[in-house]
Nanobody, 124 residues
Framework: QVQLVESGGGLVQAGGSLRLSCAASGRTLSRIAVGWFRQAPGKEREFVATINWTNNSTRYAESVKGRFTIYRENAGSTVSLQMNSLKPEDTARYYC?????????????????WGQGTQVTVSS
């Protein structure tokens, strides 16, 4: 069992930045692949970014490529998502999740443990 906790959400104006963090209660994420997903009201959950643990390779959704960066910090114990040039359409609840397959998968079927999410609201 892995309990994930997201933090760093909030309200920001369009063009601004936020950094989200994902930590696991009682353990490090250094050898666990982690992904970020988001869900806006009335929409399906969608993939945002993922990072493996083997060599920290990453993959991004086209909608965030060049604006968001996923990375490990604190000696790999947390996985963060730096979000720059935010747009109103980035407004959603953001979730991190663990991927036991370590395969940079975009489908949520590759992810087993999920956090409760953190809200990001971008005003125009």
């Amino acid at each position: 069992q892995v309990q994930l906790v997201e933090s760093g959400g909030g309200l920001v104006q369009a063009g601004g930045s936020l950094r989200l963090s994902c930590a696991a209660s009682g353990r490090t994420l250094s050898r666990i692949a982690v992904g970020w997903f988001r869900q806006a009201p009335g929409k399906e959950r969608e993939f945002v970014a993922t990072i493996n643990w083997t060599n920290n390779s990453t993959r991004y959704a086209e909608s965030v490529k060049g604006r968001f960066t996923i990375y490990r910090e604190n000696a790999g114990s947390t996985v963060s998502l730096q979000m720059n040039s935010l747009k109103p359409e980035d407004t959603a609840r953001y979730y991190c999740a663990t991927n036991p397959y370590n395969n940079l998968g975009e489908s949520d079927r590759f992810y087993n443990y999920w956090g409760q999410g953190t809200q990001v609201t971008v005003s125009s």
